[in-house]
């Protein structure tokens, strides 16, 4: 099956940075890449997601980009604000009918 | 749309005694996912129906985990008998048409403490 791996697994940044999480992942089949993020105590909801037919994916401060070749994918948040403190996971789905493979989180923290 | 509903919110045992998780998925979805959450192992994938078939099950744990689905509108995970390594956040997820691309809904999770 896919294995997905993330880094870092924390993170700190002071408000107004920019903040990046990397992801890799093992089947050159999988297609499709969300990422969701999880604030404390609360469901895992997703944020944006890109398939694997698109390079760079950008929705206002957050975007995702996708490289085939090495099959890496990352999330990128600029401006960041205390708000966006939150455990983020990356996941990939591949050959695995309906199946996602998530990444082990990374818990982002946002200094003011 | 309520969303994907879980019950119980929490639920504290003793060891040995039997937990049942419930899970309502949203209307129309056609895939339904078992999550666990611990901070050593992260989101782990228990078991996941399609049009409740079971599909994957081979991150259930042990023969004291069993998963059912008797129809579209429910499923339930069984602990029996439970142990304190259990402890955790259990996720039910639903995902609609468009599987290879569908996002996963998930509900608010089942906190289990296992004494």
């Known amino acids: 099956g896919e294995n997905v791996e993330q880094h870092p697994s924390t993170l700190s940044v002071q408000e107004g940075d920019s903040a990046v999480i990397k992801c890799t992942y093992s089947d050159s089949a999988s297609n499709y890449f969300p990422w969701y993020k999880q604030e404390l105590g609360k469901r895992p909801q997703l944020i944006i997601d890109i398939r694997s037919n698109v390079g760079e994916k950008k929705d206002q401060r957050i975007a995702v980009t996708l490289n085939k070749t090495a099959k890496h994918f990352s999330l990128h948040i600029t401006e960041t604000q205390p708000e966006d403190s939150a455990v983020y996971f990356c996941?990939?789905?591949?050959?695995?009918?309906?199946?996602?493979?998530f990444g082990r989180g990374t818990q982002l923290t946002v200094w003011p | 749309d309520a969303g994907v509903i879980q019950s119980p919110r929490h639920e504290v045992t003793e060891m040995g005694q039997e937990v049942t998780l419930r899970c309502k998925p949203i209307s129309g979805h056609d895939y339904l996912f078992w999550y666990r959450q611990t901070m050593m192992r992260g989101l782990e994938l228990l078991i996941y129906?399609?049009?409740?078939?079971?599909?994957?099950d081979s991150g259930m744990p042990e023969d004291r985990f069993s998963a059912k689905m008797p129809n579209a509108s429910f499923s339930t995970l069984k602990i029996q008998p439970s142990e304190p390594r259990d402890s955790a956040v259990y996720f039910c997820a639903s995902m609609g048409q468009g599987h290879n691309t569908g996002e996963l809904f998930f509900g608010e999770g089942s906190r289990l403490t296992v004494l």
């Open positions: 129906f399609n049009n409740n078939v079971p599909i994957d």
């Open positions: 996941a990939a789905r591949g050959s695995t009918l309906g199946r996602l493979y």
